[in-house]
Each structure stands twice: as structure tokens, then as C-alpha cells.
């Protein structure tokens, strides 16, 4: 008797404990993609994730002893997950297929989505994404790494006030090795090289930060035309997509380059914005470069993410969720990433073809 009274005392007690947690309930799904250790290895006063989607058991058991989660809230589907721990928002570490699946079966239940780079595997799956946001009026966001960067905040401020003068040219360098070569993990390698879940190859995985930053850059307008050419440098590891990928983007006043590898000598994601007035060379996450006129020498500064800006993805969700800001225009939003799409599928159809693009109106 007193062995019951003591589990029914204790389950109350979890009971009451889960009750006064405010912070915001999370949902993850998937486990294939390993930008998911990000969030996993967060301790937050927040969120708190609530729930996991793995249908690979052992992939789920090795994450769990890696970051200590119970495997009693790993689940096999997203309709048992929202079922047993009601999220208020799921983040979805999936092929980049698997994100409309992902939107399809939280926005109904009024869930919102944040999804890794890019948004979508195609333009059509985007657009289908886009209505069901609309029709059950949820937040849908993309996470990029660069988006938390101090000088990716720095330079389209700069941009944004007319510092550089007016933009002519920017030039995106995103990429690595090659997902072989640093190393990546099994199950993320085999959809990330597989064009049926991944879209493409390098053109895809660095080429979409190129496209989300100018996108931002030209206040998220569609530009005029997209060319791109893609090479296979490493057919013996790479046989089904590009490794290299170089995507002109034209608008009526500017020119945008983004350069995807997975042939760089070493990890980079930087990038060159050059006005009529100054220009800006990023090094990394908090070095920046600055010339301001031609009878002086670069200024190389080191800066920090302006105060009140967030520092990681998952608390800016957790922000929207709330109501507590307004992602509209932002790097994460809808609207910039819809176009980001659009130019990615526009560059696949340009690599195959041999043609430029031109986005109409």
C-alpha cells in the first residue's frame, strides 16, 4: 500500500513540475541532419524540447547517451509525438525532402515549423508549404548559421543605411571540404549527396546561404535572371551531384556571386559587398573588413551582435512563438525565403540546361 501511495505521490509531483514549466514546449524531428546537436546540446531557460521523431532507434539511443535525453520521449512519428507532448513548435532536422511532410502534418494543429536550410526541395513543394502557413496562420522559418553571425547583422545594417552607397556587387563564399572529407555522419551523408532528398549537391547545402544573405541585401526582391554552372570534381564520391556550383544572380542594379564548394581548402562562409561609396569583406562570424575610400587602408574590425539581437535559432523561435517579435523580412522569414527557393530551383534548371533564367514577374 505504501508502495502505490509513494508512486502516485511521485507521479503528481512530475505532474505539477511539468505543469509550472513555462518554457516553451519544442518538438524535434528527425535526427538525420547533425546541425541537430546544436539544439540538443542547448540548456535554455526558454524551451525545453519535449519530444523527438526517429524512426532509427539506434541512431535516437546514440544521440540520447551523447546528450542525456530519456528515450521515453523519442517517438515514431509526428502524429504520436504532438499527440503524447504538445509542442508548440517543432524544428525539423530532416532530409530537405521531408520538411513539407514536416509543415503538412504540424500546421494543421496550429504548430509551428523551423526548418535547416533551405526551406524546400523545390519551388512547388515551397509554394505548398507557403499556403498551408497562410491557411493555419503559423510561423514557418528557416535556420541558416550565418544568420547569427555579428558581422552578417553588422554588414546589412551598413548596407541598409547606405554606408557602402549604392550595392553593385556582392560576392558569397559557403562551403568545405567536401561532407566526406570533414567527416559528417552516416545518416546525414546519405540523403545529403542523394539529389531525391537533398535537391542537389553543393549548389544546395552552401548554395542557399549565398542566395538568403543577397536576397536580404536587395530587400527581398526576386531578381531579374539566375545563371549557374555546376562541376563534379569528385564523381568517385560524389556520382549524382555537383561538388562545385558558382550562381550569377542579376538584378537591375546589382550583381550578386555566390560560390558553393565542397572543395575548399578549408571551412569558409564569408562574403564581399562592394557600393559606390565603401565596401565590406567578411572574415568569419565577428572579423570584418572596411575601406571607405580609395586614398585609405582597410579597416579590419572585430564586432559583436548589437544588444537585443538574438544570439542562437531556437530562442528566436521560441520568440516568435510567443509573440514576442515579428519575423517578417527577417533573414528566417517566409518572405525572403520563398525567393531564396526560387533561385535555387532556378539554378538547378540553369545548370542542366545551359541557360540563364529569367524570373519574369
Not at 19 to 29: L, N, P, W, Y
Not at 42 to 49: L, N
Not at 125 to 142: F, N, S
Amino acid at each position: 500500500m505504501k508502495k502505490i501511495f509513494f508512486v502516485l505521490l511521485l507521479l503528481t509531483l512530475m505532474i505539477n513540475a511539468d505543469a509550472q514549466d513555462q518554457r516553451t514546449r519544442i518538438g524535434i524531428v528527425g535526427l538525420v541532419h547533425d546541425h541537430v546537436g546544436w539544439i540538443l546540446g542547448m540548456k535554455s531557460d526558454k524551451f525545453r524540447v519535449v519530444g523527438i521523431v526517429e524512426t532509427n532507434k539506434d541512431l535516437a539511443m546514440r544521440y540520447s547517451k551523447k546528450y542525456g535525453f530519456s528515450m521515453d520521449i523519442v517517438f515514431s512519428s509526428i502524429e504520436e509525438m504532438i499527440e503524447k507532448t504538445k509542442p508548440q513548435g517543432v524544428s525539423a532536422f530532416t532530409t530537405i525532402l521531408g520538411h513539407l511532410d514536416v509543415v503538412e502534418k504540424c500546421a494543421p494543429k496550429g504548430i509551428h515549423v523551423m526548418v535547416e536550410k533551405p526551406l524546400a526541395i523545390s519551388y512547388e513543394h515551397a509554394v505548398k508549404m507557403k499556403a498551408l502557413a497562410d491557411k493555419y496562420k503559423i510561423e514557418l522559418l528557416t535556420n541558416y548559421e550565418t544568420t547569427w553571425y555579428a558581422t552578417t547583422a553588422e554588414s546589412l545594417k551598413a548596407a541598409a543605411n547606405g554606408d557602402l552607397g549604392v550595392v553593385r556587387k556582392i560576392v558569397v563564399h559557403d562551403g568545405h571540404q567536401g561532407p566526406q572529407e570533414i567527416g559528417v555522419s552516416k545518416e546525414f551523408l546519405e540523403w545529403l549527396i542523394d539529389p531525391k532528398y537533398n535537391g542537389a549537391g553543393a549548389l544546395m547545402d552552401f548554395g542557399c546561404y549565398g542566395a538568403n544573405l543577397i536576397t536580404a541585401l536587395m530587400g527581398n526582391t526576386r531578381p531579374v535572371s539566375v545563371t549557374t554552372v555546376t562541376q563534379q570534381f569528385k564523381p568517385d564520391k560524389y556520382p549524382l551531384v555537383d561538388d562545385e556550383a558558382s550562381i550569377i544572380i542579376t538584378y537591375p542594379k546589382t550583381q550578386g556571386i555566390i560560390q558553393a564548394s565542397w572543395n575548399w581548402t578549408m571551412s569558409r562562409k564569408d562574403m564581399e559587398i562592394y557600393g559606390t561609396q565603401a565596401y565590406i569583406r567578411t572574415v568569419d562570424g565577428t572579423k570584418m573588413i572596411l575601406r571607405k575610400d580609395v586614398k585609405e587602408a582597410e579597416q579590419i574590425a572585430t564586432v559583436e551582435l548589437p544588444s537585443g539581437h538574438f544570439k542562437d535559432p531556437f530562442t528566436f523561435f521560441t520568440a516568435v512563438i510567443k509573440g514576442e517579435v515579428d519575423p517578417k523580412n527577417d533573414l528566417s522569414s517566409l518572405e525572403n525565403n520563398m525567393i531564396v527557393v526560387e533561385i535555387l530551383d532556378a539554378a538547378i534548371r540553369s545548370a542542366k540546361s545551359g541557360k540563364t533564367i529569367f524570373m519574369g514577374n
